[in-house]
């Protein structure tokens, strides 16, 4: 990529959390070709410059983007390219797509695994599409779409492996509201973005079924310290600090947020709908469903003591009792 003109970008994805990082690039005045598949919302996108349906609220400057449902020609161009899509919609996002990715800069911004084939964003891109290591990144930390499309301060982390990827990425995103942290811990930081979603599931469950902020603050350190057990064992690393933004800082915010999604569908699942019936209620995707499957069978595999994770599991997969499992998860927390 030349480094000398600014870098052309692209969206896929036209959810919440890729309508505020449209907003975030246009605010920067970094032109963005912008993959939306809905008719109606790319309509009111090109009359309204609004997402009618995520964010509505929020205004983007038309003279910065170009929406259209071809992927190959909003990618064509562009050389950084974000992934901003719920994760069990990435392979249908990407099937038709038939532009070299290679080459460009792929930044997943999707906080979620490959249900079925239970790989983070950047091992699937890495695996399927070619695409170096070195020209993958991670945006990620504390960031809930509504704040960002407000332009409230918030502090993210682009990890890469590469530095020079993360500064390019840094060097599109960041600005007064939208400060930017660089880490090389990819794996680590997609890891605890996942497990961040299962952690809520169990903080809105408890939430759900009425128990008070001095337990939910228990709960949400025993899941702190789940958390780094098992990125440490799954994804070891020198030097990792746990408690920074893009770990610590994510889990708390997801789980305490009343604007998380994930923290919802526990919420619901605690005062007792189905799995289903709450899954049907959502209006927007809860990552932690997926992730939830995929920290059960890892942790297995490692022999990993994980009863918060589990209890989710239990509840999600096994049809347990929220009450009975929430109740048996307090008697061995400490």
């Known amino acids: ?85 719920p994760s069990a919609f990435l392979k249908k996002f990407l099937e038709p797509l038939t532009v070299s990715l290679e080459e460009k800069i792929v930044v997943s911004a999707v906080k979620g695994i490959i249900p079925g084939d239970y790989l983070t964003i950047v091992e699937h891109m890495n695996r399927f599409y070619d695409i170096p290591m070195q020209n993958l990144a991670v945006v990620t930390g504390p960031s809930h779409a509504e704040e960002v499309g407000q332009c409230q301060l918030s502090y993210l982390t682009i990890a ?21 942290s660089i880490s090389n811990d990819v794996l680590g930081v997609e890891v605890a ?8 599931l169990a903080v809105g469950i408890a939430v759900g079924l009425r128990y008070g902020d001095n337990f939910l603050s228990v709960l949400i350190s025993c899941c702190a310290c789940e958390m ?5 064992e799954a994804v070891p690393m020198e030097n990792r600090n746990i408690n920074s933004a893009a770990y610590m800082g994510d889990l708390l915010v997801t789980c305490y947020s009343p604007l998380s999604r994930n923290r919802r569908l526990g919420t619901l699942l605690g005062k007792g709908c189905t799995v289903k019936s709450a899954l049907n209620e959502m209006t927007m995707i809860a990552e932690g469903y997926y992730g939830a499957e995929c920290i059960r069978r890892s942790s297995m595999r490692r022999n990993i003591d994980m009863p918060i994770a589990d209890m989710v599991w239990e509840v999600l997969y096994n049809r347990a009792s929220p009450r009975e499992a929430m109740q048996a998860l307090t008697q061995i927390l400490h």
């Open 1 to 85: 990529m030349d480094t000398n003109k600014s870098p052309k970008c692209a969206v896929l994805g036209y959810g919440s959390w890729a309508t505020a990082i449209v907003k975030t690039l246009t605010v920067n005045h970094h032109h963005v070709n912008w993959l939306v598949l809905n008719d109606d919302i790319r309509e009111s996108l090109l009359t309204l410059s609004r997402n009618p349906k995520y964010l509505p609220w929020c205004y983007i400057d038309r003279e910065f983007f170009t929406p259209s449902a071809d992927i190959n020609e909003v990618v064509r161009e562009a050389d950084i390219v974000f992934l901003a899509m």
């Open 160 to 180: 890469a492996e590469d530095n020079n990827t993360a500064e390019c990425v840094r060097n599109v995103l960041a600005n007064e509201f939208f400060r930017c």
């Open 193 to 200: 973005a996942i497990m961040k979603n299962v952690y809520a």
């Open 228 to 232: 780094k057990r098992f990125i440490d």
